[in-house]
């Protein structure tokens, strides 16, 4: 079956310094990845995505590379700010009835 | 544009308890979906809807029962709540059948005791 791995959190970084956060899976076919976020008290909101191996998704300085050959979708960011405190969520689709796998998720706190 | 809305955003129930959490979308949207999100465990599809009238069972099913009579609403059942429902249960919507564009909304957090 499908399984996502993300890396233990919760994570606390000083703002402007490099984020990463490491994210694996495991999947039938070729899925689908994604990042999703959820900033405090709200729903998830879709961060960046990547269909096929090579492909970077980027969105609001946020990037992650789709690599085949490791099986992951690790998300970076060279600057962080105070407002990318959120929770973030590695997740995958292998395209039927829209199913997402989630990760577990991790929780990013940046610092002024 | 309100997108996803559901209701209430916290309930406490006891154990034996039945109840309703209501999901209703106004962006014309065929695919309505239920997850839930527990600590350290990501979050897992209940039940799901590709249109009025279809339900199906997702990764985690018992315990829930879902209708969906309108294209609008998608509401989620617990008849006889145990302390394992504990949870943050987020309702999704999308225009078609593609995670790409799944919207959420802003989740029900559920105690029971």
């Known amino acids: 079956g499908n399984s996502v791995t993300q890396m233990e959190g919760p994570v606390t970084l000083s703002e402007e310094a490099f984020l990463t956060i490491n994210c694996t899976y495991t999947?039938?076919?070729?899925?689908?990845l994604f990042w999703y976020v959820q900033y405090p008290g709200e729903g998830l909101q879709l961060l960046l995505k990547?269909?096929?191996?090579?492909d970077k998704g980027s969105n609001k300085g946020f990037e992650a590379t789709y690599r085949k050959e490791t099986t992951s979708f690790h998300l970076e960011k060279g600057s962080v700010q105070v407002s990318d405190s959120a929770v973030y969520f590695c997740?995958?689709?292998?395209?039927?009835?829209?199913?997402?796998?989630f990760g577990k998720g991790i929780t990013l706190s940046v610092r002024p | 544009n309100a997108g996803v809305t559901q209701t209430p955003k916290f309930q406490v129930l006891k154990t034996g308890q039945s109840m309703t959490l209501q999901c209703a979308q106004d962006?014309?949207?065929?695919?309505m979906s239920w997850y839930r999100q527990d600590p350290g465990m990501g979050l897992r599809l209940i039940h799901y809807?590709?249109?009025?009238?279809?339900?199906d069972q997702g990764e985690v099913p018992n315990g829930y029962n879902v209708s969906r009579s309108t294209t609008e609403d998608f509401p989620l059942r617990l008849l006889s709540a145990a302390p394992s429902q504990t949870s943050v249960y987020f309702c999704?919507?999308?225009?078609?059948?593609?995670?790409?564009?799944?919207?959420f909304g802003s989740g029900t957090q559920l105690s029971v005791l």
């Open positions: 962006m014309n949207h065929e695919y």
């Open positions: 997740a995958l689709s292998t395209g039927a009835n829209s199913k997402l796998t």
């Open positions: 990547a269909t096929k191996a090579d």
């Open positions: 999947a039938t076919g070729y899925p689908s």
């Open positions: 809807s590709v249109g009025a009238g279809i339900t």
């Open positions: 999704a919507s999308s225009y078609e059948d593609s995670t790409e564009k799944l919207f």
